[in-house]
């Protein structure tokens, strides 16, 4: 099953459903929108931190906090980044919107075996993939979903 599509399937496959969905900078933000597109959930929001990082595979050095969404009523929110390997940033996010008395949960397209991991994630690798590699794949997905969805001649899904 393609990643996008598996943790669509995760996420549906919660007791309870999500009310929203904070993307973390940056492949997660691109994982949040379309989560929130294949789930129907409006709700879709980044949390922002100005960070700095000695390679893709490396865990950030967070330099501030910068924004998180704010909600009156208490909401199961789901936290999803594109590659974890130490759950820095998610967890900022996590703790950050558990304090203000949120459900939240963590959730990743890959991790690697040493990775902090999230509540849900759907591929472990020997190393993350690069943001080119990331984007690819899931470009790769979206152009079979649409595929599948118009059919391959242009003029609907099989019969």
């Known amino acids: 099953m ?34 929130g597109y294949r789930l129907g959930i409006k709700d879709v929001s980044a949390a922002a931190f ?13 330099v501030q906090v910068r924004c998180l969404p704010t909600y009156a009523e208490p909401r199961r929110i789901l936290v999803v980044e594109d ?18 008395g949120h459900k939240v ?15 849900l994630w759907v591929r472990e690798a020997p190393t993350v993939p690069t943001s080119d590699q990331f984007q690819a794949m899931l470009a790769l997905e979206m152009l079979e979903t649409a595929v599948t969805l118009v059919g391959s001649d242009g003029a609907g899904p099989p019969a």
């Open 105 to 119: 949960i963590t959730a990743a397209v890959s991790v690697t075996p040493e990775s902090v991991k999230p509540d």
């Open 83 to 100: 590659a974890v390997v130490s759950l820095t940033l998610a967890g900022l996010a996590r703790d950050a919107l558990t304090a203000a």
């Open 2 to 35: 393609p990643p996008l599509a598996a943790l669509t399937a995760l996420v549906r496959g919660l007791p309870k459903p999500v009310d929203a969905i904070v993307g973390v900078p940056r492949g997660g933000l691109l994982v949040a929108a379309l989560l």
């Open 50 to 62: 100005t960070y700095r990082r000695a390679g893709h595979d490396q865990p950030p050095e967070v």
